[in-house]
């Protein structure tokens, strides 16, 4: 219990105080009832395998669980699982990757090896879990074996059920953290063999060596590709086909992508919508000075800050309203305003201004018995035996609990929205004397707290405050609504849409290559829908009218064209073919007009630009100023030009460029072979990091999340 009470130290307070289920348990995404025409309910497949919608999900639910663990949260939005289903979805794909390579292999992690990990102590995975000493904040595999050994033991009939609760996903938690060690530690095995694979030797570390402080300053003359318009430069068909012919294997696409049009329309409020709003809030602010009951008066106002009956420090009020409340006096309201921000009107009123220790340690006694009338005769005998000098842990362990002091932070519970009893809770243990004990009944229990110390006291404000989006009206989205479908039904092309779009007040936007992995259209929330028709439909076929977005998009889609798995079509990759030519025939133009001339003559021609560049090294791309780019060649010749002569005709990525190196010169550094050489293995290890990549197009991996998440 002990070990328990350190790691739940830093937990919320409402938690500790009324006996809630600490980190309750809420499923990353609610699993919902598959429809009948999604047939085998997969949501991809590896090597062959595949990976049921059930089984993702409970990975994902599991991820979900460790992340609030480590964050100290209930919930998670819908972008943060968004990120979830993607690391449990490319974590599932690597560790099947890997494995299928390491049995062939014959690799394995032994359960020694994870506990030599757990016995050191510094794996950063480790340094992630609540098994730390509380003063050095380093990982402490006793208190985790304590832990596993209580936890093994467990008797759920002596325990509150908050406290059973918490080992059971604590325990889940410290088995997710093992099954990750044994993964990242296979993987690193395989990395391993394939990265010591690649060795260095001296002669590479000399070059490697000359190459990074070898330098030169050269003098500068470009001609820009810009200087000749393209349209003075013909590109057969015949020459994008062989370009493409040369080049096909970098259009390999291993996954099947979608070509889009879509119209996308936000619905907004309307002028009579704002007014109406600002007259609402103009009538809250008469309201407000004759209310007696704050809280249900701020509820009924339906304001996004809920009213906290306990005084929270500044930076817990909306930016806004902390700007201003200084300068408002005690029972003063002020507003109705916009603020242009968050698009909302407001008005607060400043309840109180008191100084509140932002930090306090207490420790405590929770009763519950029968019934309240004996719940009362038990906290009152409590309470009878500490004031005659009782042992206040001993006589917690009597009912099951450590009574060990906490220390308890106000961002636990500033910004949460408090009911009556946990506002009273808080306000008996802000406002109590130190070393003073107090019976507080909380709800159907009492609870006997001692407030050891406070600290940190600063100004905290009861603020009442009503904050309220401006949003559109039910008319307005109506009104929309109607527009749209109307729309809709009168363009059942792509050429209609194309052509009407813009007349009828909305935008056809394009989107090329959109894979099934993302998980909205056009960055539009709850497109959900809308994806599972782009990956069943046919091309040129318009989808039915979506509502989606936070209830204020609606959305129709157009597929234009099918990208499938392998080389990608000739015409979808022409336009950069076609612009890789024109650059590759203004070069050799321009290397054919000034061949044979040197850097001064190159200078004075009236297309030129000129610039100074200092320190170009091998090793490294130098940026050029005039040109505005990236020109990893030009060390290649600097490196090989002496110095006072001048290069041939360079092409580059912007330009041809001559050159005439000015001076050379080496750095202070001495060296030193083992170092380079190490250098170098580390480089290499970084390029074998990408073997992940290989096992990925030989495993023809299969994404079908979209059809169910």
């Known amino acids: 219990m002990a070990t328990l009470q350190k790691i739940r130290s830093k937990g919320p307070l409402l938690v500790i105080v009324i006996g809630l289920a600490l980190f309750a348990f809420i499923a990353g995404d609610a699993w919902k009832v598959l429809q009948p025409h999604q047939g085998k309910q997969e949501v991809g497949e590896i090597n062959g395998k595949s990976i049921s919608a059930q089984d993702f999900q409970k990975m994902v639910d599991e991820y979900s669980e460790v992340i609030k663990m480590t964050q100290g949260v209930n919930s998670l939005n819908d972008d943060q699982l968004s990120q979830i289903k993607d690391q449990v979805w490319q974590t599932y794909v690597n560790n099947e990757l890997i494995s299928k390579e390491a049995e062939k292999l014959g690799l394995k992690v032994s359960d020694a090896e994870i506990q030599y990990i757990i016995n050191q102590g510094t794996h950063p995975l480790l340094m992630q879990t609540p098994f730390r000493n509380p003063q050095t904040g380093a990982f402490d595999k006793d208190m985790l074996k304590k832990f596993l050994i209580d936890y093994a033991n467990l008797d759920a009939s002596k325990m509150q059920p908050q406290y059973v609760e918490y080992y059971q996903k604590l325990g889940a938690f410290w088995n997710f953290i093992e099954k990750t060690l044994r993964e990242s530690l296979l993987a690193q095995k395989y990395q391993g063999l394939i990265s010591n694979s690649i060795i260095s030797n001296p002669i ?20 820009p590709y810009s200087s000749i318009s393209d349209s003075t430069i013909s590109v057969s068909d015949s ?42 809030i103009t009538e809250y602010a008469t309201q407000i000075n004759t209310t007696t009951d704050m809280s249900n008066f701020v509820r009924s106002t339906n304001s996004t800050v809920p009213f906290s009956a306990v005084a929270v420090k500044k930076a817990t009020l909306p930016s806004d309203i902390a700007a ?28 109180a201004k008191e100084s509140l220790p932002d930090s306090i340690q207490m420790r405590q006694i929770q009763v519950a018995v029968e019934n309240e009338e004996k719940t009362k005769v038990v906290s009152d005998s409590i309470m009878n035996a500490l004031k005659a000098n009782g042992n206040f842990e001993e006589i917690a362990k009597k009912y099951g609990q450590t009574g060990e002091s906490i220390w308890v932070s106000s961002d636990s519970y500033e910004g949460a929205s408090l009911d009556a009893e946990n506002a009273k809770f808080l ?47 039910k008319d307005t989205y109506n009104k929309a609504y109607n527009n749209f479908s109307h729309f809709v039904a009168q363009n059942t092309t792509v050429d209609k849409l194309s052509k009407n779009a813009e007349e009828n007040g909305y935008k056809l936007l394009e989107r090329n290559d959109l894979s099934s992995a993302e998980h909205y259209v056009g960055g539009v929330k709850n497109t959900k829908e809308a994806m599972k028709w782009i990956f069943s439909a046919k091309e040129g076929e318009i989808s039915p009218l979506y509502e989606c977005g936070e209830s204020d998009h609606l959305m129709v889609v157009t597929l234009t064209k099918i990208n499938p798995e392998g080389y990608r079509d000739l015409a979808l990759v022409s336009d950069m073919l076609k612009s890789e030519i024109i650059k590759d025939k203004k070069a050799e133009k321009i290397t054919n007009d000034i061949k044979g001339m040197d850097f001064d003559k190159v200078k004075t021609l009236p297309s030129a630009v000129n610039d100074t560049v200092k320190h170009i090294t091998f090793s490294a791309p130098a940026y050029v100023a005039v040109t505005r780019a990236s020109e990893p ?43 380079e050489q190490t250098s170098i293995n580390a480089m290499a290890q970084r390029y074998a990091s990408n073997f992940i990549n290989d096992l990925y197009k030989k495993a023809e991996v299969k994404d079908k999340r979209y059809l169910f998440f």
């Open 204 to 223: 590479q570390a000399d070059d490697n060596f000359k190459s990074r402080t070898e330098q030169a300053d050269v003098l500068l003359a470009a001609i």
């Open 239 to 280: 020459e994008i086909k062989d370009r493409y012919n040369e080049k096909k294997e970098m259009f390999k696409q291993y996954t099947e992508t979608r070509s889009i049009k879509y119209v996308d329309f936000q619905v907004l409020p309307s002028d009579k919508d704002r007014k109406d709003l600002l007259d609402e």
């Open 427 to 473: 306000k008996s243990v802000l406002n109590a004397n130190v070393n003073e004990y107090n019976n507080i009944k909380v709800g159907q229990a009492n609870i006997i707290v001692q407030v050891l110390n406070k600290k940190a006291f600063q100004p905290k404000y009861q603020v009442a405050v009503v904050k309220r989006p401006i949003e559109f009206s």
């Open 324 to 351: 201003r409340v200084d300068s408002v006096a005690l029972n003063q309201v002020y507003g109705p305003y916009l603020n242009q921000a968050d698009n909302t009107y407001n008005l607060f009123k400043v309840i």
């Open 633 to 675: 060649v030009l060390g290649a010749y600097t490196s090989k030009t002496q110095v006072n002569k001048s290069t041939a005709p360079i092409k580059g990525n912007a330009g041809v460029y001559v050159l005439k190196v000015y001076n050379k010169e080496k750095s202070a550094e001495k060296f030193d072979s083992k170092s």
